[in-house]
């Protein structure tokens, strides 16, 4: 079932990019009733994603005006292989994923990442250029005897953490990196906006389906196991 109206289509010209973005009913409710969407903040579980969202927050509002009231963004599909978005699958369907919603954006407005890098940003591990400089980095973590549990705990606030100094200079050396996230250099592209207007909005499709995974690449596959994209992009280096 789509929610249509002639009122939300426009021709595309200029640096205008089509987005997809999926939110839930009460999220579209708020969209049809107030003109415009923001993040809510008690949608975002800080706890295991403080430091990360402190690193795009910080980025975001250096390069993206932020003419809204939003303290944190709405995030949307940008690119996904030969689509905008991740084709639905069969599965069960993510909570509060309940709408489809494909919209239009100035690119200025846009803080576009690479999906594969970020899982680097969410796992507190460096993002290398190189097979070299992944081997050199492996080198280093076997050095100060540093697991990938024990990087992950850095930028958790649920989670203790270590503070010995060859810990935390291995946490500054990865952090120095992660601005390799940001990229439109990639197949699978992700976005972070500050708001969506009701004038945006091309169209809106209801997702009645409860036996389809929607919008998602981190669903679990037939084997029990989530695609793991850090080794997908330590394929892709020389």
Known sequence: MDYFNPFFCYNLSGDNMKLVTFQSYEALKYLIN????????????????????DYIIDKMNKSIKNNSSAKYPLWCWVKCYNNICPPKHKGKKIEGFDV?????????????TDFRRYSFLLNNILIPNSIKEKEEFDKLLKKYNITH????????????KRSD????????????TFDRCITSDSD????????????DIEKIEILNDDSYTYGSLNYIRSN???????KDYYKLLK
């Open 224 to 230: 029990g196991k989530r695609f793991d994209w850090i």
């Open 34 to 53: 107030n003109g415009y969407l923001e993040c809510d903040p008690k949608n975002i579980d800080l706890s295991k994603t403080a430091k990360v969202y």
């Open 165 to 176: 100094k060859d810990f935390l200079n291995i946490c500054q050396k990865i952090e120095k």
């Open 149 to 160: 549990e024990e990087l992950k705990t850095y930028i958790r606030n649920d989670k203790n």
């Open 188 to 199: 699978i592209l992700q976005g972070c906006i500050w708001r969506i207007d009701l004038k």
């Open 100 to 112: 489809k919603i494909t919209f239009n954006k100035d690119k200025k407005d846009i803080f576009i």
